[in-house]
């Protein structure tokens, strides 16, 4: 167990609906990273978060949002589906940089999104 | 754009032989890089680590290297199991506007044969 919690572990949807996902990170870090997988392709880095602020951003569609509350649970938000954003949605969150300790990312199982 | 690869997608060993698994990286002002494994239906899980300042690192049944003067990183994999079938993921780490970033390989899945 990583430590860092997806909800819900499956999704399926039609084209046009909205969805969100849930992440909640290993307990005091402050980094939180999504990213899509499709099926069998790598790990797509969408979107980082550090402390509530959005940290960067990688090839996150305009319909696709996301944010990081006080609690430091963090949602992705993905908006218009398509049957194209059928993927694996993992969460993955780390501590907070600068702090000498390991940078190693620990990740969720995962939101399997079927849009149908 | 930065961007990690992988020279095999697919590597298939007899169980028992030893594996080794590749990665090309571009960006040479990354501080850390890392192997991940990724099992079926799960999510990655950490492997072993290195930092820029290394060339070699070692663990359990698992080696990494790294050659920064042509941006290579290898994992080798002693003796290979069954369980050691998954896709491994390559990731470097820079350190860029306060904060680490991780930009993953495609991934190479490994095959282990009986």
């Known amino acids: 167990d990583s430590g860092v919690t997806q909800t819900p572990k499956h999704l399926i949807t039609a084209t046009g609906q909205r969805v969100t996902l849930r992440c909640s990170p290993r307990s005091g870090d402050l980094s939180v990273y999504w990213y899509q997988q499709s099926l069998d392709q790598g790990l797509q880095f969408l979107i980082q978060?550090?402390?509530?602020?959005?940290?960067a951003k990688g090839n996150i569609l305009e319909r696709f949002s996301a944010q990081q509350f006080p609690d430091l649970h963090s949602e992705l938000n993905l908006s218009s589906l398509e049957l194209g954003d059928s993927a694996l949605y993992f969460c993955?969150?780390?501590?907070?940089?600068?702090?000498?300790?390991?940078?190693?990312?620990?990740f969720g199982q995962g939101t399997r999104l079927t849009v149908v | 754009g930065e961007s990690v690869g992988l020279h095999l997608p697919t590597l298939s060993v007899q169980e028992g032989d030893n594996s080794i698994i590749n990665c090309a990286y571009s960006?040479?002002?990354?501080?850390?890089f890392i192997w991940y494994k990724q099992e079926s239906g799960k999510g990655p899980q950490f492997i072993i680590d290195?930092?820029?300042?290394?060339d070699k690192r070692q663990g359990q049944r698992v080696t990494v290297l790294l050659n920064k003067t042509v941006k290579h990183l290898s994992l080798q994999i002693a003796a290979t199991q069954p369980g050691d079938s998954a896709v491994y993921f390559c990731?470097?780490?820079?350190?860029?506007?306060?904060?680490?970033?991780?930009?993953f390989g495609t991934g190479t899945r490994l095959k282990v044969l009986a």
């Open positions: 990731a470097e780490i820079p350190y860029t506007s306060g904060t680490y970033k991780y930009i």
């Open positions: 290195i930092r820029s300042n290394m």
């Open positions: 993955a969150s780390s501590v907070a940089p600068g702090t000498g300790g390991n940078t190693e990312a620990f």
């Open positions: 960006n040479s002002a990354s501080d850390y």
């Open positions: 978060y550090y402390n509530g602020e959005e940290r």
